[in-house]
């Protein structure tokens, strides 16, 4: 059966580039970087590479870049230390309603811990009014933390703006980057951000991998504590392979940015264009102006999301919705909430992902699967445009 | 997909008894869009016995199997036997369903009830099996009865 993967945010596939430098280092580079004989000092060699590749991505200098697990790790040591440090000079900490669950709960859990937190709205497109976060700066606030891109409809936020604002005011600015990396130009100097949160396997890098962009000058105490790998920030050995992989992956993304985007943006609209011509009742949620290129995020009216999961996973689709019933806990798309959605309608919603690997021919395909696949739960379901919800 | 056992699948893919029967003896819904599923069924009734029955759901795949297999199941049979349908019945003909998408079942076995509640209330007829049950009931009494599954 004909395979097409339109998952591109949950993850990417690693590139055989990738793989390939990754390789040597499972086998005969196999050293712990903290060694001292030659093969050792081989993989500290290829770690430090990997560092100024991946800094390279984001215009930062490789002392800035701090290997970590993953994008949830790197988001929990920015908001968690962060948080800890201040504490004694304020409790207030701005976010937004629409972050990724990494930063959510860790928000979260500091509410546990006697600090306030301010959720932000986002507007229909799913955008930050800068305005709206700068009145809630108070005399108490010590953190603010809004995602660069949203992973669910891909809404990038007005993170230069939040920075200045950030800067005026005294307070550190973290921005969870990880759907955006590889997607978007990003300049850390030029944004004036203090931390950044990415992760390699969104951008065709290895799973297990991600960092933490610490901005020269900035404290922030260790959240894992140990060894004295990565300059004493963050104990335990190398993900060396990982890393290895994650540098290459950014390399490969920083000399095909533009015309990675160019290509899935491209296929992106011709997607909607496709489903909005051919399948009535359907709604594209989110703006389109300030959206990652290879983002279609859709309601199809009348229909439950899983079930039309399911129906496209059976014709080898891969994509993924905001229905309730597709989540381990029951509940509904936080984002699609915050941006207004109504509850029924966000059960209706798919999110498909376009990335490197797909073809206009993919598009097509999965169009018409689409189209009688929604065809069919229509005719099957208890709601429709005739008889209303 | 693992999700779901082939039996589940089929009466998805393939759904027996979709759509809905003019001037039917009994209609019953249950469920909404907003909580991500509803099911409607009508049903026709003849001697007490459930001749013919049709649903549409709104729902999961697991929402519409269940849809499925339970009005299969209640075809042929008297009313009361209907009546006696509870959620483990037809978790059990579909041959389990995973934990979290068991509140599915109960849709079909309320939609069920609320059909049978209609054709009562309609002939003036009485069913021991309807005693103490109202097609109003809020979500409250759904998670006690999970509770018991």
Redesign the interface.
Known sequence: MRQVYLDYSATTPVKEEVLKEMLPYFTKKFGNPSSLYSIAQESKIAVEEARERVASLIGANPGEVFFTSSGTESDNWAVIETARLKKSRGNHIITTKIEHHALLHSCKYLETQGFDVTWLDVDRDGRVEPGDLEAAVTDKTVLISVMFANNEIGTIEPVREIAEIAKKHKITFHTDAVQALGNVPIDVHDLGVDMISVSSHKIYGPKGVGALYIRKGLTLPNLLHGGAQENRKRAGTENLTGIVGFGKAAQLAGLSLSEHIAKTASLRNYFIGEVTARIPDVHVNGGMEHRLPGNANITFE???G??LL??L??KGIAISTG????S?S?T?SHVLTAIGV???KI?GSLRFTIGDFTTKDDIDYTVNELEKSVTKLR?????SKEKG? | ?AM?NDKV?DH??N?RN?GEIENADGKG?YG?????????ISINVENDVITDAK???????S??ASSSVATDMIIGKSVEEALKITNKNILNELGGLPA??IHCSVLADRAIRSAIYDYAQKTGKHYAGLEGFDPNEDDDNETADQKQI
Do not use: Q, R
């Open positions: 009348y229909v439950e899983e079930a399911l129906l996973d059976m229905s309730a019933c597709s381990a029951l509904p109504p509850m029924e059960h005719n099957i379901s208890s709601v919800w | 997909m779901y699948m998805f893919m759904p979709v819904v909404s869009p907003v909580c991500g599923d509803m099911m409607k649903f549409k759901t709104f729902g999961c795949g929402a519409i979290i998408k």
